[in-house]
Nanobody
């Protein structure tokens, strides 16, 4: 079973940047896509971005499009999320997870297993 370890979160001022990392151990060859999600207190987990391990166009939630960039390093089994121009509403625990589906989906129920997440707090 795949195991995910997220890191790179922290406290940053509005307008700042952070780079999150997600290391995947036990990566399955059948996993096509990796996604980043976030969950704020009292809120549902929501889609942020996804990328394929091979060719394909990354997908982004409208709320982060133009500010966040997802990338991957296949040799390191690592997926990154570069977050720029951060806003207070980006504050959440960020998770990465592999998609369990062959088809493109952004529903959190179609992803897993989940790592422990990394906290991102955007505040002055």
């Amino acid at each position: 079973q795949e195991q995910l370890v997220e890191s790179g979160g922290g406290l940053v001022q509005p307008g700042g940047s952070l780079r999150l990392s997600c290391v995947v151990s036990g990566r399955r060859s059948s996993t096509i896509r990796m996604g980043w999600f976030r969950q704020a207190p009292g809120e549902e987990r929501e889609f942020v971005a996804l990328i394929t391990w091979n060719l394909g166009t990354p997908q982004y939630a409208d709320s982060v499009k133009g500010r966040f960039i997802i990338s991957r390093d296949n040799a390191k089994n690592t997926v990154y999320l570069q977050m720029n121009s951060l806003k207070p509403e980006d504050t959440a625990v960020y998770y990465c997870a592999p998609s369990k589906r062959l088809s493109l989906t952004t529903s959190p129920t179609d992803f897993g297993p989940w790592g422990q997440g990394t906290q991102v707090t955007v505040s002055s």
